[in-house]
T-cell receptor, first 109, second 118 residues
Framework: DAKTTQPTSMDCAEGRAANLPCNHS???????VYWYRQIHSQGPQYIIH???NNETNEMASLIITEDRKSSTLILPHATLRDTAVYYC??????????FGQGTILTVHP | GAVVSQHPSRVICKSGTSVKIECRSL??????MFWYRQFPKQSLMLMAT?????????EQGVEKDKFLINHASLTLSTLTVTSAHPEDSSFYIC??????????????FGPGTRLTVT
């Protein structure tokens, strides 16, 4: 699976959009971009995934660049409960999930 | 849907004893289950992958005789930490892979088990 690179930490004000970037310049054509988050002392929670097109669900939006070398997870209206570690993972259809260090997102009041 | 449970959520055991952790997929059949370990302030590290009815595949550096994995059914996998030592103290997380009301194969994570070996 392709390696991903994320900033170590980010801050966001409550109510504002949180934009979390991820670089995956070596991603192959059949690898999806997955986003999970982990709130302290809990198991990871699935957020969203995509292949080429932008995706949106009730939790977030995923914007994937046309060359697929990077993506951005958008939490449109961050709340304090969105404070977590966010993991961006490139994975094939039945591949293993390899977790990097992720981005620690802190949402401030 | 797609709920995965783990039991127990926390366990404290004495050094030298064995501990069993259960992972269940509650509303779907998991063809594959994964076991991860997470040390404080570190990321999740995959320990092993198991398919129902077959032997688990362990990641490099994980002792298969110490971490026994059984995947007896499509809804249950167990991880037994044998002869536990303080360095085995960690957060153990399972995930279950399968199709749960969606068209694509996904992994769903359990809430984790905090193991403390004294």
């Amino acid at each position: 699976d392709a390696k991903t690179t994320q900033p170590t930490s980010m801050d966001c004000a409550e109510g504002r959009a949180a934009n979390l970037p991820c670089n995956h310049s070596t991603i192959s054509g059949n690898e999806y971009v997955y986003w999970y988050r982990q709130i302290h002392s809990q198991g990871p929670q699935y957020i969203i995934h995509g292949l080429k097109n932008n995706e949106t669900n009730e939790m977030a939006s995923l914007i994937i660049t046309e060359d697929r070398k990077s993506s951005t997870l958008i939490l449109p209206h961050a709340t304090l409960r969105d404070t977590a570690v966010y993991y961006c993972i490139a994975r094939g259809s039945y591949g293993k999930l390899t977790f990097g260090q992720g981005t620690i997102l802190t949402v401030h009041p | 849907g797609a709920v995965v449970s783990q039991h127990p959520s926390r366990v404290i055991c004495k050094s030298g004893t064995s501990v069993k952790i259960e992972c269940r997929s509650l509303d779907f059949q998991a063809t594959t289950m994964f076991w991860y370990r997470q040390f404080p302030k570190q990321s999740l590290m995959l320990m092993a992958t198991s398919n129902e009815g077959s032997k688990a595949t362990y990641e490099q550096g994980v002792e298969k005789d110490k971490f026994l994995i059984n995947h007896a059914s499509l809804t249950l996998s167990t991880l037994t930490v044998t002869s536990a030592h303080p360095e085995d103290s960690s957060f153990y997380i399972c995930s279950a892979g399968g199709v749960a009301g969606a068209s694509s194969y996904e992994q769903y994570f359990g809430p984790g088990t905090r193991l403390t070996v004294t």
